[in-house]
């Protein structure tokens, strides 16, 4: 009998050795990373190319790299075209506050506007907290007329502000231009973002 485990005693370590190097190799050790390249994302947006370092294999033109972007995302043609079209609104919106407010005063309008969505954000997350509260994690609402009103209070803080930032003469041409920009937007779209501040 002592012959006999004498005889198997290899053949266990064997199968001891087996099994610790794959616990090892397939638990224990990590894989080695792929080697990933940077992009420096604000510089190809602000050139509107690749920069020189970067291999020609990455370089693509925009149509190809956007059609390889929604292959991989939730992002629908008809939403990024939306996206573009409330991009070059709010580009074209900044661009005639800026007009009107004139260079001096448009950062810390740009700084305003920042702070007052900041606000509502919140205003809008504390009266979730509130609901859930009150009924639970599974409740269904639109927003109510009170959230509205706390919103436009917000809203109008910030535009009072505005007036005696910039005087009544230029806070005239600023609401004009808001409520001009506002109807273009709804005559031009089925759906669209009023700009209220």
Same mark, same amino acid.
């Given at each position: 009998m002592i012959n006999r485990f004498k005889k198997s005693i290899p053949y266990l370590l064997i199968v001891l050795f087996v099994g610790y190097f794959s616990y090892y190799f397939f638990i224990v050790r990590k894989p080695p990373q792929e080697q990933s390249m940077a992009l420096d994302w604000d510089e190809l947006d602000s050139t509107g190319s690749a920069p020189n370092n970067v291999p020609a294999s990455i370089k693509t033109? $925009? !149509? /190809? $790299? !956007? @059609?390889? =972007? +929604? /292959?991989? $995302?939730?992002v629908t043609k008809d939403e =990024? %075209? +939306?996206f573009e079209e409330y991009d070059a609104m709010e580009k074209k919106w900044l661009s005639t506050v800026e007009g009107i407010i004139g260079p001096a005063h448009y950062p810390r309008y740009l700084e305003m506007r920042e702070v007052n969505e900041k606000e509502k954000m919140q205003a809008y997350k504390e009266y979730h907290d509130y609901l859930r509260q009150k009924y639970g994690d599974k409740f269904n609402y639109n927003i109510s007329e009170d959230q509205s009103v706390r919103e436009k209070e917000i809203n109008q803080r910030y535009l009072k502000d505005l007036l005696k930032l910039i005087g009544e003469q230029k806070f005239? @041409?600023?609401i004009s231009a808001r %409520?001009?920009?506002n109807e273009e937007n709804r005559k031009s779209s089925k759906e669209f973002i009023q700009v209220e501040f």
């Open positions: 033109n $925009s !149509k /190809e $790299s !956007k @059609a390889h =972007e +929604r /292959e991989f $995302s939730n =990024e %075209d +939306r005239q @041409a600023y %409520d001009k920009i």
